[in-house]
């Protein structure tokens, strides 16, 4: 599985996946998307609260069908952590009218190739087929919405296969517990501060009574918007999902909405890791942002191109080709409903000696932008760069299906997949210096070093816990 929010500059949806299961992705030839990639679509909403988005594309004979749930790990309790993830998983394992391990196999003998991704803010599920399958696609995933079907041996079987991902990717991986120990830092009270794979102890006390509330509780149609994607007749289109997800009765209970309520930092909170193996000494900045959507995310995602996308970008030419004192720069932005985080981080090389100076380094570049502000030339790169992988995501029926849905889960307005980039391109020198000024302090941020450990270190067999992550 991958994690998008480990990658640099992923731009909408923003959200960190945690996918269930992998495929080889069909070779599908471009779309019929305009110069500036925007998507014409129709909507409609049915009785029981499904919102439908439709965008016909006939240029390849595939469609995408892509169900987001409007629930994450924020929306956990607290003693239920990593329920939506666990969740996600369970759903590949057998539905009311699918057994167990033929959901894949369905898909795959069809022709076509599916995967899930879960966040803090919305769980993503989506299937790419032959367009003549469409009907199997939508009686696979209402079938799923329909009832619940989760067995306990399912329930036993997705446990270990979600701890088994933990150990993997976060605790016996270079750098692997930073997200972990990010969040937990950063916020206090609101429930981003634990991880969207949950911890080892609450994953193991889920119960089938626990997963079957959840399910009723967030698995429902007024809690979902489908988008179908790509070469259908809309008419035909239209019927088939009022046929299939058209009976499915509406849920009824309340889902829990957190409000954001996370006090203003006073000071940097600073944490020194000795005791994970890792290669080479780290250091890793995380600042409080606003939510994904306003005005300042937008300039901030854009600083964050100009400071390191590229062998000219500032901390690129500043530690890596003039001071000579790290491996790797990065900043980007991880972007949520609520406020999220911006990340800056350095690796040092094995010359490196001092993690002081790196960090020096890391705030010099910073310090410069907010006391002189960045050039029209780096802005208009960078905005001309946010272009074209707006463009890029939207190529495929897959890529475009998800926008919409992104934008329809998290603004409630699907529209808002085609006029996101003129946010960008509004994005002036002095938003960008305002938003550093404001948001890129040492108050507002989190500070985790890496120091290269003196003595090996075994992989841990069991999971690191939130609750001894800073013991």
């Known amino acids: 599985m991958t994690n998008s929010k480990t990658s640099p500059k992923t731009f909408l949806p923003t ?101 899930a991704y879960t966040t803090e803010d919305k769980t993503n599920y989506y299937e790419v087929l032959p367009s003549h399958q469409l009907e199997l696609g939508l009686w696979l995933e209402s079938d799923r919405m329909l009832e619940f079907g989760v067995s306990e041996i399912s329930l036993v079987t997705q446990k270990n296969v979600v701890k088994e991902e933990k150990r ?34 609450t994953i193991d006390a889920a119960t089938l009574v626990d997963v079957r509330d959840f399910f009723e ?11 179908l994607s790509g070469d259908f007749e809309p008419k035909n289109a239209r019927a088939l999902i009022e046929r299939y997800f058209g009976p499915i009765p509406r849920g009824q209970r309340v889902c829990f909405r957190p409000e954001y309520d996370e006090p203003q930092s006073q000071t940097e909170i600073r944490e020194t890791i000795d005791n994970e193996s890792v290669p080479l000494p780290g250091v890793f900045h995380g600042y409080k942002i606003p939510p994904e959507g306003t005005h300042e995310f937008a300039a901030i995602d854009l600083l964050t191109d100009i400071l390191s996308s590229g062998q000219s970008s500032r901390l690129f030419r500043s530690l890596i080709y003039e001071l000579q004192i790290a491996s790797d720069v990065t900043a980007y932005v991880d972007g949520r409903e609520k406020p999220g985080l911006a990340y800056l981080y350095a690796l040092g090389s094995e010359e490196t000696t001092s993690i002081d100076e790196l960090e020096h380094a890391l705030d010099a570049v ?25 463009i890029a995501g939207r190529v495929t029926v897959q890529g475009k299906a998800d926008h919409l849905a992104h934008a329809a889960v998290f603004f409630g307005d699907a529209e808002r997949a085609n006029t996101v980039i003129d946010e960008y391109r509004t994005v002036t020198i002095r938003d960008v210096q305002q938003a550093a000024a404001k948001y890129f302090t040492r108050e507002n941020r989190v500070t985790i070093v890496y120091r290269v450990p003196q003595e090996p270190i075994a992989m841990a067999p069991e999971s690191v816990t939130s609750e001894n992550l800073l013991s």
Request: hydrophobic share 35%; charged share 20%; aromatic share 12%.
């Open 217 to 227: 509780t967030y698995y429902v149609p007024n809690n979902a918007v489908l988008v």
């Open 168 to 201: 993997e990717r976060y605790d016996n991986s270079p750098y692997g517990s930073l997200s972990i120990r990010m969040n937990r830092l950063a916020y206090k009270t609101f429930p981003y501060w634990w991880a969207v794979i949950g911890d080892m102890e």
């Open 366 to 390: 910073m310090d410069e932008v907010i006391a002189h502000g960045v050039t029209e030339r780096e802005l208009a790169k960078a905005i001309n760069k946010t272009e074209a992988r707006w």
């Open 15 to 115: 959200a960190s996946p945690i996918s269930s299961n992998t495929f080889p992705k069909p070779s599908l030839a471009p779309s019929a998307i305009s110069r500036t990639g925007h998507i014409d679509f129709t909507e409609f909403t049915l009785a029981n609260g499904l919102h439908v988005i439709l965008h016909e594309d006939h240029k390849s004979p595939v469609v995408c069908l892509n169900i987001a749930y409007h629930v994450g790990s924020k929306n956990e309790s607290e003693s239920r952590r990593g329920f939506a993830h666990l969740f996600e998983h369970l759903l590949f394992d057998g539905s009311k009218n699918v057994p167990r391990g033929a959901f894949d196999l369905f898909i795959t003998q069809a022709g076509g190739n599916d995967n």
